[in-house]
């Protein structure tokens, strides 16, 4: 019954911004770790950031770090990636995903719940 619902992707020009959005319903949203992975064609599925319950743990990966945001309204079950001055390598599938069985999870394997993904592209 669980059910992670992204949104916000789309085909933009380098340099510009994005928020991806996701919606969670039949979690505890707040008790949840929530997560943001990348998908880019002819690459494996990667970690780009992550946030605790309260927010008051974040994490990114390094070539995200400085430009992506992660963030979350638990008021509104929602985690959101905004990203800026977006690059063409960061075109990729996000997926967003949720756990509350591991601390501090940066990796997929420590995320139970997955959403079915936006896709982002950045022209050059």
């Known amino acids: 019954q669980v059910q992670l619902v992204e949104s916000g992707g789309g085909m933009v020009q380098t340099g510009s911004s994005l928020r991806l959005s996701c919606a969670a319903s039949?979690?505890?949203?707040?008790?949840?770790?929530m997560g943001w992975f990348r998908h880019a064609p002819g690459k494996e599925r990667v970690f780009v950031a992550s946030?605790?319950?309260?927010?008051?743990?974040?994490a990114y990966e390094d070539s995200v770090k400085g430009r992506f945001t992660i963030s979350r309204d638990n008021a509104k079950n929602t985690v959101y990636l905004v990203m800026n001055s977006l690059k063409p390598e960061d075109t990729a599938d996000y997926y967003c995903?949720?756990?509350?069985?591991?601390?501090?999870?940066?990796?997929?394997?420590?995320?139970?719940?997955w959403g079915q993904g936006t896709q982002v592209t950045v022209s050059s």
């Open positions: 995903a949720s756990t509350n069985r591991y601390w501090y999870p940066v990796s997929a394997r420590e995320y139970v719940y």
């Open positions: 039949g979690l505890t949203f707040s008790s949840n770790f």
């Open positions: 946030i605790s319950g309260n927010s008051n743990w974040t």
